[in-house]
């Protein structure tokens, strides 16, 4: 059970370029997000999706976008990539909406804009 | 402001000592959640605590939520190196769950052979 998976693991970009970072998960959850990790700031969160076809915004969306056409897949968009941006990224998924319930993690993409 | 403060921010102690960690908030919360974090990988939970003044046990590990459900300790007995990485509570503000977690800043444990 591969679980939540995310490519790339690393990745450079330029100042302007843009790139799409991607994740996919195979328990067939309907709820997956998008967060950020910078140092010592903990984990924040970008964009959740309760369903294919449906994306909202987090707390830091500004400069992302998100897609979610089918229940695996949810990627995260960096059109006109930011030294701000400069962070490691988590896509998560649970089964269900509930604030009880376990959210599995994948590795982790850490993106340097320079 | 944080909505999750944790604390200490960073530790390290010898294996075999005992430590607890905190995260505290002024909001009431239906849940909370604790997760490690090991270097290169993604948050792994630990335990959800739902039930204020509830003690969970896992192994060398006993979490607490707070009778008023504001605040959550992490106790760990007989430190090991392996207990090693970044612990982070989370919870979600608006006690629903779809729309995500806030994480505290978390604590970094490092256990010293």
């Known amino acids: 059970n591969a679980g939540v998976t995310q490519t790339p693991k690393f990745r450079i970009l330029k100042i302007g370029q843009s790139m799409t970072l991607q994740c996919t998960q195979d328990?067939?959850?309907?709820?997956m997000y998008w967060y950020r990790q910078d140092p010592g700031m903990g984990l924040k969160l970008i964009y959740y999706?309760?369903?294919?076809?449906?994306?909202d915004k987090g707390e830091v969306p500004n400069g992302y976008n998100v897609s979610r056409s089918t229940t695996e897949d949810f990627p995260l968009r960096l059109e006109l990539a930011a030294p701000s941006q400069t962070s490691v990224y988590f896509c998560?998924?649970?089964?269900?909406?509930?604030?009880?319930?376990?959210?599995?993690f994948g590795d982790g993409t850490r993106l340097s804009i320079l | 402001t944080q909505l999750l403060e944790q604390s200490p921010q960073f530790l390290s102690i010898q294996e075999g000592e005992n430590l607890t960690v905190y995260c505290n908030s002024s909001s009431v919360f239906s849940s909370l959640q604790w997760y490690r974090q090991e270097p290169g990988e993604g948050p792994v939970l630990l335990v959800t605590?739902?039930?204020?003044?509830e003690v969970k046990k896992l192994k060398r590990l006993t979490f607490q939520f707070g009778d008023a459900r504001k605040d959550s300790s992490l106790h760990i007995t007989a430190a090991q190196p392996g207990d090693t990485g970044l612990y982070l509570c989370a919870a979600n503000p608006t006690g629903g769950g779809a729309d995500g977690l806030t994480f505290g800043k978390g604590t970094h444990l490092i256990i010293q052979p």
């Open positions: 999706s309760v369903g294919a076809g449906i994306t």
């Open positions: 328990m067939n959850h309907n709820y």
């Open positions: 605590v739902v039930t204020g003044g």
């Open positions: 998560a998924s649970s089964k269900q909406g509930i604030s009880n319930q376990p959210q599995h």
